[in-house]
């Protein structure tokens, strides 16, 4: 996802990486300007929000694993960065947020989003292990 708006503040590196750290959750974050800075989440060794895949199976009774953060780990590092300034623009791939307020009406229904198939359709919300 790319963040904008930092020419205003004094977010810097640190500040993304202690939040993802706090969360438990990877971060690789890369310089685009001076207002811009693309940040990939990455789940770390743990299930702490483990996406999983379209594959079910029976053995386990769950749905594959794969290596992403789900949609409340998105979630959750976009409010702990809101915490830091209410003005930044996040523009990912299901949605931008122009500010805070646009990301609380907006959010909630990101997580309807199907992500699965037309015959076998995932909700973006529900492709997780969390409970």
């Known amino acids: 996802m790319k963040i904008y708006g930092f020419k205003n503040n ?14 438990g959750i990877k971060v690789v974050i890369d310089k685009n300007s001076s207002n811009c800075f693309n940040v990939k989440l990455n789940r770390s060794n743990n299930d702490k929000y483990q996406r999983t895949g ?3 199976s029976e053995n ?13 780990g998105f979630r959750d590092f976009m409010i702990e960065m809101y915490k830091l300034d209410g003005n930044l623009r996040f523009v990912t791939a299901k949605a ?5 307020d646009d990301f609380i009406d907006k959010y909630p229904d990101t997580a309807y989003k199907n992500i699965g198939s037309y015959n076998k359709p995932l909700n973006y919300g529900d492709a997780c292990l969390c409970e």
């Not at 810097?12 to 202690?18: G, L």
């Not at 931008?96 to 805070?100: A, D, E, G, I, V």
């Open 54 to 56: 379209f594959m079910y």
């Open 60 to 72: 386990l009774q769950r749905y594959n694993k794969v290596s992403a953060v789900c949609w409340h």
């Open 96 to 100: 931008t947020y122009k500010n805070r």
């Open 10 to 23: 004094d977010i810097r590196y640190i500040n993304i990486s202690n939040i993802a750290g706090k969360l």
